[in-house]
């Protein structure tokens, strides 16, 4: 084994000299390279090398279908080291946590870990896209990175709720942030065995759950990276747990609404507030204002009205519906980090078409039939997290009728799981403290979770350490129109280069820009493009055509 870990050192330790993301390498494998990569098997404690393979380039491909746009898309990938392993439970009823690490052969001395998604349970294998990442641009591993994620400690099975993990206690608090802790110090350390050093500088990308994660790094760990970018991160988890299951309960009967009231709401969010854009194009510049302005009540059915004009209006149970979904969720008791609601959902965006986690209201509120209890695989996304998530993870109780729940009955258990899973500490001094940069993006459009919660959590932030304190090293950006995956509206943008330059040159990101890119290589075409702005500001229409970025400016 020591013979084959300095053939390895020997085999990559060359490319560790440079460390710029452009640099060249000419690092040339050994003959033997397989069996040096299979050299790294074994280990010893609780971290375990299950497999090392070499692996060959692979040329880019494109799927004909995906549940999302960059899900359809594999990116080319340079040679490389790929591993499997896995880190033993404490709890011997607690199963493994997984992990992937891919060690390129030509390595830039940095590395990006990857965030899951949703309940995890899947392996994060660091092949594809990071979240928002152009599609015609080389993938990190391509760019030298080595990259890595996890399953967080659990695997989903067939059939099973995704939440079922949860009931022991080891297995969520894994999912909650250890999984990612150890991970992270177990691919350290696979880097330093392979290539002779650690990693120069550390980087973090997740989405969703994966921000979430990546919050949870900042706030939990701030030591171990150096840049994270955290998109439409699910901050305050126990709220959005809940005030997803509220909104679920109000469309159980009447309260549902149906496609084509999907789009007449749609259309009035985009006849109220588009011309206030000061462009013709049909997207919603500013929801936050818009919100503010928009009134559900102008579509109430008049009196008699709602079985004749059928979709043509909205009635009392679907109006009651629509304003909790846009109300705060309040609990009856504080907690974690002093917060005792969750803020509502925004406007526009509404019928985004939906496709597995893509889309708007039908997609991730409404489903294609009201929900059902247990939940089905036709409810709305929300529906099922936070149902599961009530029975699973709060009342622990697989078979509790959810209509049923009171937050009353389970105040220490909601208090417990909110000190584990939300990320909403403001005090990110000491990540500022050792040079930590962090970059946060919502999608106003996203009805996975609130953007008004990101929003909130950094202006605590603001408030905590100083508006010009955390300018020094937080940015927050809000993507007009863009679902929760990506869609809707332009939403790629290359958030490694900005953070690697941020991190190591010192230069700090501005307004930025996003690009709707058609999932078509191998030019993938820009169909539009407009100004990512920090917030509190947005687009402005200048002149000009409304499918270029220059035709905006940023401003409040």
Known sequence: MTRRRAKLCAWLVGAVAAMSASSAFAVTLAEDADTVCKGLIGGADAVKIDAATLLAPTQLAVAERGPTPS???TPANPAFCKVL?????????????KFQVNLPVEWNGRSVQYGGGGFNGVLITGLGLPPAHPFDK????????VTYGTDSGHESKPGEPPQVFALNDEAFENFAHRAYKKVRDASVALMERAYGKKPKKIYFMGSSEGGREGLTMAQRYPDDFDGI???????????????GTRSGLLTMGEGWINPAQVKLFADAVRTACDKADGSDKTLVHDPVACKAVFKVETLRCEAGEAGKAGDQCLTEAQIKAVST????????FVLANDLDDYPGWGVSGEDTPAFGPTGGWSAWWLGSAPPAQPPAPNNGIAWIYGAGGIQYVFARDPKLDVTTYKVEDHKARLIEVSSLMDSTDPDLSRFRGRGGRLIMLEHMADYAQSPYAGIRYFESVERKLGKAETAEFARLYTAPGVDHVGSGAPANVDMLSALVDWVEKGKAPGDLE??????????????RAMPLCRWPSWPHYKSGPVTEASSFTCAP
Not at 138 to 145: C, D, I, K, V
Not at 325 to 332: A, D, E, N, R, S
């Open 71 to 73: 899900g359809r898309i």
């Open 85 to 97: 392993g896995h880190i033993d439970p404490i709890d011997p009823k607690a199963p493994p946590i």
């Open 138 to 145: 080389p993938s990190p591993l391509a760019r030298g990175f």
């Open 229 to 243: 970018f955290a998109r439409v991160p699910v901050i305050n988890w126990v709220g959005l747990q809940h005030a």
């Open 325 to 332: 979904l846009h109300g705060t969720y309040k609990f009856p």
């Open 514 to 527: 996003v690009s709707e890119q058609k999932v078509e290589a191998p030019s993938f075409a820009v169909l």
